[in-house]
């Protein structure tokens, strides 16, 4: 059992019936329930920058009655060694218990992205990373330090009384397990100028923008924020498009409209930006509309590569961009038979998610191993077992519904004659603060290249989901005069036949992969170096040690090319727990 019981009290929930008047959510309070030391601060430790009634707006008292709380006795002092973890039942709930230099705190026990258990993942140097997709949340505060996701966890207090700890939490975060940072409002919105303090510019809704203008607003911004997209839905997970096709636009979404419009987020929906004068500081729109900026994010992502074939305007035939796209493409599939045209994650993942749907799913490619540049011959053979791709060419395939997955390319075209510096591939050069060369213009996301510490700060394009997320930030952090180095550890990954491929690192360019255990039965773990040293490794049914290394390079720790062996490798990581106290489940 995960739970940890006292010797002297098995277990036992009680109601305080003691609290009386008003209570602050108890997410101020420390581990041990003391006054937090980031009380008088931002949520994410920033000092507040913004006026008495703006910190009041920006972090609103959350009122609470006695019978809101509860308070268990969950297990004996004793039962946790530092740098240990254990999830426990509160009878109402279940929170994440941790021991770190000798200090219990608790917190939610489900990453808020997708539902992992935290307590498989990592714990590190006050944090805990997500055994899946690598997101940090920290200990004390609860609030989210990597990406991916947008939310972070709430906190409980944590007491020791006669050798038994005791976690007081509140029910309904309880029940919740996440919470939203606090966020400034907008001081003064008037719609009708068609001015805007920061115009964040998107073509595709995702995570970049989102960041963008959620971090401001929780660093205490207080004038006028406007997103812009060409699609007509709020920000969605697009991940999710190529890996459950009947998800609508609903289901995927990553913040409703009454949470933007809570937060005077304004999100104007099909309006697609074709145009940047960079000396008039102004986007002008399809539609013939123009807006100004006094900061202008531009995260436009990706855009698919098209193909030339006879009858483009059939209704058949989709680039999988939207929800509509792959409620589409699993319509039409249902017992008929379905072509996939190129062998990327999209078209791969696609192709898994027919297999129960279609009579037939082909795959189309003109490379003879699926992944090979990325992951490598071994891995790519082992993932192309799993289906029957087709790569002769000639043979003709009857195709009831037909999904292109050829490739994509930086949707920078609006971006010509703007002044705004691009490379020969369409990308946008930026500096570490995600500026462009023009000042008060920034870009993230799949458009961009930006200097990567991991490669001595060369420049690099990294269009991973989780990377959108950290340029948003640091975008946003740039926009207030706070730069902040971008130390994130690239993750990935992918999901096909309920199999999920994790991975971390920054691996363009490897020269040599290191597997160790089963790649025929996809239970591998795959070390890509460079030279002597380990730059990425990727995964299959071996959780969490794709996170444990991520944060073993996040330390700034070498992984050599020697201690990659099994045998080594464990005692590599347990001389890094050592050093850089990263702990975890053994794996």
Request: glycine content about 8%; aromatic content about 8%.
């Amino acid at each position: 059992s995960q739970e940890c019981h006292s010797k002297f009290a098995p277990f036992e929930v009680k109601v305080e019936l003691t609290l009386l008047g008003k209570e602050k959510d108890p997410g101020v309070k420390s581990a041990n329930g003391k006054a937090s030391p980031f009380s008088d601060c931002r949520p994410n430790g920033a000092l507040e920058h913004c006026s008495d009634e703006d910190s009041a707006a920006a972090a609103p008292l959350r009122l609470y009655k006695p019978r809101d709380y509860l308070e268990a006795s969950v297990c004996h002092v004793k039962d946790l060694e530092n740098g240990q973890m254990r999830e426990v039942d509160l009878g109402s709930g279940r929170a994440l218990l941790i021991k770190e230099h000798g200090e219990f705190s608790a917190m939610g026990h489900k990453c808020p992205h997708y539902g992992a258990p935290l307590v498989k993942g990592i714990l590190s140097k006050g944090h805990v990373r997500c055994p899946w997709h690598g997101a940090c949340f920290n200990i004390v505060t609860g609030d989210i330090e990597e990406f991916p996701g947008l939310d972070s966890l709430p906190t409980f207090q944590v007491r020791v009384e006669k050798d038994k700890v005791i976690i007081r939490a509140n029910k309904q975060d309880l029940q919740s397990q996440k919470r939203s940072k606090a966020m400034a409002r907008c001081s003064a919105v008037n719609s009708s100028t068609g001015f805007s303090q920061v115009l964040i510019c998107l073509v595709s809704p995702g995570p970049a923008g989102l960041v963008c203008a959620e971090t401001l607003r929780q660093e205490g911004f207080t004038d006028r924020i406007v997103m812009c997209t060409m699609d007509k839905h709020p920000p969605y997970d697009r991940p999710k498009l190529s890996k459950s096709l009947e998800s609508t636009a609903e289901q995927l979404r990553l913040r409703s409209i009454d949470f933007l419009q809570a937060h005077d987020i304004e999100l104007l929906t099909e309006k697609e930006a074709v145009a940047v004068d960079v000396k008039a500081r102004a986007v002008t729109f399809q539609d013939d509309s123009r807006m100004e900026y006094r900061k202008l994010f531009i995260a436009t992502g990706s855009k698919p590569k098209l193909m030339n074939y006879k009858g483009q305007d059939v209704r058949n035939v989709f680039h999988l961009r939207t929800p509509e796209d792959a409620n589409s493409v699993a319509r039409l599939a249902n017992n008929k038979n379905a072509v996939i045209v190129g062998t990327s994650f999209v078209g791969m993942e696609v192709a898994a998610a027919l297999t129960d749907k279609a009579h037939s799913v082909s795959i189309i490619g003109i490379e003879a191993i699926p992944f090979r540049k990325a992951l490598g011959e071994k891995v790519g053979k082992a993932i192309m077992k799993l289906k029957e791709v087709v790569l002769k060419s000639g043979k003709v395939l009857r195709a009831d519904v037909c999904v292109i997955g050829t490739g994509s390319g930086p949707a920078t075209g609006f971006l010509k004659q703007s002044g705004v510096h691009m490379d020969s591939k369409g990308f946008v050069p930026v500096n570490k603060t995600m500026q462009t060369n023009v000042d008060g213009v920034f870009a993230g996301g799949d458009i961009v290249t930006f200097p990567f510490p991991g490669r001595s700060n060369k420049k690099v394009n990294i269009p991973h989901w989780q990377m959108a997320h950290v340029h948003g930030r640091a975008a946003a952090l740039g926009m207030m005069g706070r730069p902040t180095e971008i130390k994130t550890v690239p993750y990935f990954w992918s999901a096909m036949f309920g199999k999920s491929l994790r991975y971390a690192g920054y691996g363009d360019g490897f020269d040599d992969v290191i597997i160790q255990g089963d790649v025929d039965e996809l239970k591998f773990v795959a070390f890509y170096t460079r030279g002597e040293e380990v730059v990425a490794v990727a995964s299959m049914n071996f959780d969490p040690i794709v996170s444990r290394v991520a944060e073993v390079l996040r330390s700034g720790k070498m992984i050599r090319k020697r201690d990659v062996d099994l045998c080594r490798f464990e005692f590599f990581a347990f001389n890094a727990a050592l050093d850089n106290q990263v702990w975890g489940v053994p794996y």
